[in-house]
């Protein structure tokens, strides 16, 4: 960029030297001035262009953070969810187990019952013989 308005600004020079008259200080004032025009206008697109890739990184970064945001939504509510399965798996298993052991309870309670009453009936038995 600087040799192409360094060219610039000598071709300017030679062509108003030559195509006027006019002083070599002049010529030189007025290559100078286009050169640092041409300067303003590149260094304006340049800031343009840097304020434009600025709002695309800004645009990019919130629409990353937005899915991030959505990502860790739907992971919490799938980590709720699975502990609410898991939860009503345990009280199942509980309920289970709960009636399994009343169950195992009564039989072992009827049972007690059925040996008692032999129990009580051999005794019969034996205090009636001599």
Request: glycine share 6%; charged share 30%.
């Amino acid at each position: 960029m600087k040799k192409s308005l360094l060219i610039a600004s000598m071709i300017a020079l030679t062509l108003t030297a030559c195509g006027e008259k006019k002083p070599a200080v002049d010529a030189a004032k007025d290559a100078a001035t286009k050169a640092m025009d041409a300067t303003k206008d590149a260094a304006g697109k340049a800031a343009d262009a840097a304020k434009d890739a600025a709002g695309a990184a800004a645009t990019a970064a919130k629409d990353a953070a937005g899915a991030a945001a959505t990502a860790a939504g739907d992971a919490a509510k799938a980590t709720g969810d699975a502990a609410k399965d898991a939860a009503a798996k345990t009280m199942e298993a509980t309920k289970d187990a709960a009636a399994a052991t009343g169950a195992a309870a009564s039989a072992a309670s009827d049972a007690a019952k059925d040996a008692a009453a032999k129990a009580v009936e051999a005794a019969k038995d034996a205090a009636k013989k001599p």
